[in-house]
C-alpha cells in the first residue's frame, strides 16, 4: 500500500496498464504538457508520442477516431480536457461507441475509456462544471463509474481499460488532490459493487464522487443526535448496485440519496424509485436546482450540498 | 468471395473491366430487389438505394486487399458487395432475420462484416469519416501496412467530422484513401445549393489533402484513379482525397419519390448508366452480347436466392433483443423476457 494523490493514482494506473498492454494508448488534447490536471504527466515522455497522442482540438474526431481505432485491436483512452466538452462528440459516443456493438450484431467491440473530469472546480461555470451521469446511465451500451479515492480510482482506471466496453471514467475536479493508501498492481475493482462507508441502521444515505465526503460528514453529525447513518458510496453509476442498496434500505428503511448533479432527471430518481418500488420504503432526494452551473462563489453555492442541509434531509426522513 | 481478392494489376482489360461489369450487376440486382421489396411492404424499415452509382464502389473495391478496411455511409449496400461482402447475410439482415450480418438488430443502415474489413455503414452522415481515421491509425500505430477506404457523400463535407478527420489524417499522414461520391443530392436538397466557397475539392485542398477528380460512372476511370491513389496512400504518403462524380437516381430513401428534382435531370442521369456505359465498353473490346448477359443473370439469379433464402429464415428470438449490450451492466435476460 503506498500514499498518493488521486492524480498521481490515476496516472500510475494508465502507465501500468501501457507498460502491460501495448495496445493501449491514449489520445487528445494537451497531453504533451500533462493534461490540463498533469494525470498524464510524463507519460509522453515513456511512451513516446505514438501512444500518448497529442491531437488537435476536435473532440469528434478523437472520439470517432477512438471508435475506429477500438473497432480495430486497440485500447484508447480518450481525453478531451473536461466533461463538458465531450459533448462536441455526442454523435461519436452515443451513437457510434455505444451502439456499434449492437447494431453490427456483436460483430464489433469498442473498448474505450472517456475520462471525464468532472463537477465543480474553481468556479468555472456552466461549461466547465456539469456531473452528467445520469445521461451516460440513461444509454444502453455505456458503463459509468465515478470513484471517490485513490484506491478506486487506480482499481477502476485498470479496469475500465481493460474492459472491452465503452467506459465513461467520471473523474471529480476537486478531488484530484485527495489522498489515500492504494494497492498498487492487480487489485479487483470490483465493478458493480457499491462500498458502505459507514454503517448505521436508521436511515441510508447514497452518493458517489466528490458528494460522498460531504455525506460522511453530515453522518457524523447525525450521530451526535443518536441517528445512525449509513453511507454508501455506489463507486458505479452503470451498473449500480441495487442489492446492497437494497439490503441497506430493508434494514433501515429510510434512504437519502445526494448528488452534485441537477435534481430533476438525476440518477438519485432512479435509485429512489428503484428502492420504493422494491420495498416500499421512505425516499428523499437531493440534489442541485435545475440551473446552468453560475460563476460566481455566492451563486455557485447553490450547487453545494452541504453536510447541514444532507443533516437535516436525513433527519427528516428518520423522524 | 471472388470479389473480396484485387484484380490482377495487368489484367487484361476486358478481363478487368468484365470483373467490374459483374459487380455492378451484382449491387444493380442487389438494389433493385431491395426496391421492389421495400414497395411490397416485405421488408420493413427504409432502404437508401445506391442504385446508378455502382461504378465506385466496384472501381475503388477492386483496388484494396481483403485486409484492407472501408468505412461506408447509410448508402452502403455497394461498398459491401463491392469489399466482398454476403449478400445473403445482407438480405437477411434488410428482412430483420437471424443469421443476418448483424443478426437482424441493424438492418439495411448498420451493415457490417468486420471479417472482410467493412466496418460498418452509418446512419449519421459523415460519421464513418473519424471511424476511418481511428482505424487507419490503429493501422499505423500496429503496423499492419493497410489502407483505409472511406466513403461519404457530397452532404458530409458540410459536416463538422469532415473537417475534423481530413485535418487529423493529414497531421499524422495516415493511410486514408478518402472517396467522395458526389451524387448532387444531400437527402432531398440539392447540395450546390447549401455549399458555400468553390466546392468540395477546395475544402479537402485547404486542409493540405491532395485532390482528384473523376467521373464516377465511368467505372475504368473510378479504377485507374483509385488504383492510383491507393498506391500512393498504401506507401506512406499520407491521405489522398477523390472525388466520384454520379447522380442518385432514387429519392433519399426508398419512401421519398424524389419528386422535388426536374425529371429532365433524372433521365439524363439514367441515359448515363454506368452499367450501360461498362457494357458498351466491353463489347468494343471483343467480349460477347451473350456473355454480358451471362452475368446479368447470374447475378439476378444470386439475389433471388438471397431473398428465397431470406423469405424461409426464421426470425430472431424476443429475448436476442437484449443480447450484444454490453459485458458490465448487461440487460437481464432470465429474469425479463423468459418468465
Redesign the interface.
Known amino acids: 500500500m503506498t500514499l498518493m494523490s488521486i492524480v498521481e493514482a490515476s496516472r500510475r494506473a494508465l502507465a501500468d496498464e501501457m507498460r502491460r498492454d501495448p495496445?493501449v494508448?491514449a489520445?487528445g488534447e494537451d497531453l504533451r504538457r500533462g493534461g490540463v490536471f498533469q494525470q498524464y504527466k510524463g507519460l509522453q515522455a515513456e511512451f513516446g508520442p505514438?501512444?500518448v497522442?497529442d491531437?488537435?482540438i476536435?473532440e469528434?474526431?478523437i472520439?470517432?477516431?477512438?471508435?475506429?481505432?477500438?473497432?480495430?485491436?486497440?485500447r484508447?483512452v480518450i481525453e478531451t480536457r473536461y466533461l463538458d466538452f465531450t459533448l462536441c462528440a455526442a454523435?461519436?459516443l452515443v451513437?457510434?461507441a455505444a451502439k456499434?456493438?449492437?447494431?453490427?450484431?456483436?460483430?464489433?467491440r469498442v473498448p474505450i475509456v472517456v475520462r471525464q473530469p468532472t463537477g465543480l472546480w474553481m468556479n468555472c461555470a456552466a461549461q466547465h462544471s456539469q456531473s452528467l451521469e445520469a445521461w451516460w446511465a440513461h444509454m444502453?451500451?455505456?458503463?459509468a463509474l465515478a470513484p471517490a479515492t485513490p484506491a478506486d480510482s487506480y482499481a477502476m482506471l485498470k479496469a475500465a481499460i481493460r474492459?472491452?466496453?465503452p467506459?465513461i471514467l467520471l473523474e471529480h475536479k476537486e478531488l484530484w488532490g485527495v489522498t489515500g493508501e492504494v494497492e498498487e498492481g492487480e487489485p479487483d475493482a470490483r465493478?458493480?459493487q457499491a462500498r458502505i462507508c459507514r454503517s448505521g441502521s436508521d436511515v441510508t444515505i447514497v452518493a458517489w464522487s466528490a458528494t460522498v465526503a460531504v455525506c460522511l460528514e453530515a453522518a457524523e453529525a447525525l450521530a451526535r443526535d443518536r441517528i445512525g447513518a449509513e453511507v454508501i458510496d455506489l463507486r458505479?453509476i452503470?451498473?449500480w448496485d441495487q442489492e446492497t442498496i437494497l439490503a441497506s434500505t430493508a434494514k433501515t428503511k429510510r434512504l437519502l440519496v445526494v448528488h452534485e448533479a441537477v435534481l430533476a432527471a438525476g440518477f438519485g430518481a432512479e435509485i429512489a424509485a428503484s428502492v420504493a418500488e422494491a420495498t416500499g420504503a421512505r425516499v428523499k432526494r437531493l440534489g442541485s436546482p435545475r440551473i446552468p452551473v453560475p460563476f460566481s462563489p455566492a451563486l455557485e453555492a447553490a450547487f453545494r450540498r452541504t453536510p447541514e442541509e444532507v443533516a437535516a434531509a436525513a433527519l427528516g426522513l428518520a423522524s | 468471395m471472388d470479389d473480396a481478392q484485387p484484380l490482377r494489376p495487368n489484367a487484361p482489360a476486358a478481363d478487368r473491366l468484365l470483373a467490374h461489369y459483374r459487380t455492378m450487376a451484382r449491387i444493380r440486382a442487389f438494389e433493385n430487389a431491395a426496391e421492389r421489396l421495400y414497395n411490397e411492404k416485405r421488408i420493413p424499415g427504409f432502404v437508401h438505394l445506391s442504385t446508378g452509382q455502382e461504378a465506385i464502389p466496384a472501381g475503388v473495391c477492386a483496388n484494396l486487399e481483403r485486409t484492407d478496411?472501408i468505412?461506408s455511409t447509410h448508402r452502403g449496400h455497394g461498398h459491401t458487395i463491392a469489399k466482398g461482402g454476403d449478400v445473403r447475410a445482407m438480405m437477411l439482415e434488410l428482412f430483420g432475420r437471424a443469421g443476418?450480418?448483424?443478426?437482424?438488430?441493424?438492418g439495411s443502415m448498420?451493415i457490417?462484416?468486420?471479417s472482410i474489413g467493412m466496418?460498418?455503414a452509418?446512419?449519421?452522415v459523415a460519421?464513418g469519416?473519424?471511424?476511418?481515421?481511428?482505424?487507419?491509425?490503429?493501422?499505423?500505430?500496429?503496423g499492419r501496412g493497410t489502407v483505409v477506404a472511406c466513403f461519404f457523400g457530397d452532404g458530409a463535407v458540410n459536416r463538422?467530422?469532415f473537417l475534423?478527420?481530413l485535418?487529423?489524417a493529414a497531421?499524422y499522414k495516415l493511410p486514408v484513401l478518402f472517396v467522395c461520391e458526389d451524387n448532387r443530392w444531400a437527402a432531398t436538397t440539392p447540395s450546390a445549393s447549401m455549399t458555400a466557397g468553390p466546392g468540395i475539392a477546395a475544402r479537402a485542398e485547404a486542409l493540405g489533402v491532395r485532390t482528384a477528380s473523376c467521373d464516377g460512372n465511368d467505372v475504368a476511370a473510378v479504377d485507374d484513379l483509385a488504383g492510383e491513389l491507393v498506391r500512393k496512400v498504401r506507401a506512406g504518403g499520407g491521405p489522398l482525397f477523390m472525388i466520384a462524380r454520379t447522380y442518385r437516381w432514387s429519392g433519399h430513401t426508398s419512401a421519398d419519390l424524389g419528386g422535388y428534382r426536374n425529371p429532365d435531370e433524372v433521365a439524363r442521369a439514367k441515359g448515363d448508366d454506368p452499367l450501360v456505359r461498362t457494357r458498351a465498353q466491353l463489347v468494343e473490346l471483343g467480349v460477347a452480347a451473350g456473355e454480358l448477359e451471362a452475368t446479368v443473370a447470374a447475378a439476378e439469379s444470386e439475389i433471388a436466392d438471397a431473398v428465397a433464402a431470406a423469405e424461409r429464415a426464421p426470425q430472431p428470438r424476443l429475448e436476442d433483443a437484449l443480447?450484444?449490450?454490453?459485458?458490465?451492466?448487461a440487460?437481464r435476460f432470465a429474469r425479463r423476457m423468459r418468465q
Open positions: 495496445t494508448w489520445l505514438a501512444r497522442c491531437t488537435p476536435s469528434a474526431a472520439m470517432g477516431a477512438a471508435v475506429g481505432a477500438a473497432m480495430c485491436g486497440t484508447p454523435d461519436e451513437n457510434q456499434a456493438r449492437y447494431m453490427f450484431g456483436g460483430q464489433a444502453p451500451g455505456l458503463v474492459c472491452d466496453d467506459v465493478l458493480g458505479c452503470w451498473p | 478496411q468505412t443476418g450480418y448483424c443478426q437482424g438488430k441493424g448498420h457490417a462484416d468486420f466496418l460498418g452509418n446512419g449519421v460519421a469519416m473519424p471511424i476511418a481515421v481511428g482505424a487507419a491509425h490503429a493501422a499505423k500505430l500496429l463538422g467530422p475534423e478527420s485535418n487529423w497531421v443480447g450484444e449490450v454490453q459485458d458490465i451492466g440487460p
